[in-house]
């Protein structure tokens, strides 16, 4: 008598965000090292503003030939400072490319299936919208503004103003924290302890048998 195979387990889903300068990518990258599929939706979002990217003559259409360079993409640094001084204009942006993104995302999960973990980075999650039911948990990963600010400095070259535009157009520690159900607060830790408090989330997830959505 030949036995039917297992069920498979269904991937747990996990929506990663935090703000500018949290650490949010560093908790991706040892999150993947723990086992974890990443998708990305910043890569996603370049991947459809570039030269030929099915985003490209919506976004022209909307704001007009200045936003795209010469090489056919988005000219991303005209179209962020836009997007900052207007909210209207970001309010349309989004519009054009929050269901593209969110659209390629759910092809790349379909890809991996098999994973145990499927985490979906996602600066904007709670201004984008529509994440709450696509994802299992939500991790949030945060730090002050002074350790946000410093991080960003030192990283970019951005001058201090720059980047307190952008934690003001963000989401705040509080908003994020009323749909978190894991927090890392990654300010005064060492690398070290920082990968110490993913290996024991990983270890918790493990233990968790998920539904499919």
Do not use: Y
């Not at 730090?143 to 003001?168: L, N, P």
């Amino acid at each position: 008598m030949v036995s039917s195979p297992p069920p498979r387990r269904t991937p747990l889903r996990v929506g990663l965000t935090g703000g500018i300068g949290s650490g949010k990518s560093t908790v991706a990258a040892l999150l993947a090292a723990q086992g974890a599929v990443i998708v990305d939706t910043d890569a996603i979002s370049r991947q459809l503003t570039q030269p030929g990217g099915i985003a490209i003559p919506a976004l022209r259409e909307a704001f007009g030939d200045t936003v795209i360079s010469g090489s056919g993409a988005l000219d991303r640094d005209r179209m962020r400072r836009l997007a900052f001084d207007d909210p209207s204009v970001r309010r349309r942006l989004e519009a054009i490319m929050h269901p593209l993104i969110l659209a390629e995302t759910e092809r790349a999960a379909a890809q991996h299936e098999t994973a145990p973990v499927i985490v979906f980075d996602v600066p904007l999650l709670i201004e984008s919208g529509g994440w709450l039911d696509r994802v299992h948990r939500i991790l949030v990963v945060e730090c002050g503004e002074r350790t946000q600010i410093e991080r960003v400095v030192q990283r970019s070259g951005w001058t201090e103003d720059m980047v307190r535009a952008v934690i003001a157009a963000q989401a705040t520690n509080d908003q994020r924290r009323t749909v978190a159900d894991d927090l890392i607060v990654n300010d005064g830790i060492s690398q070290v302890e920082l990968a110490g408090r993913v290996a024991a989330l990983w270890r918790a997830w493990s233990a968790l048998e998920p539904e499919p959505l």
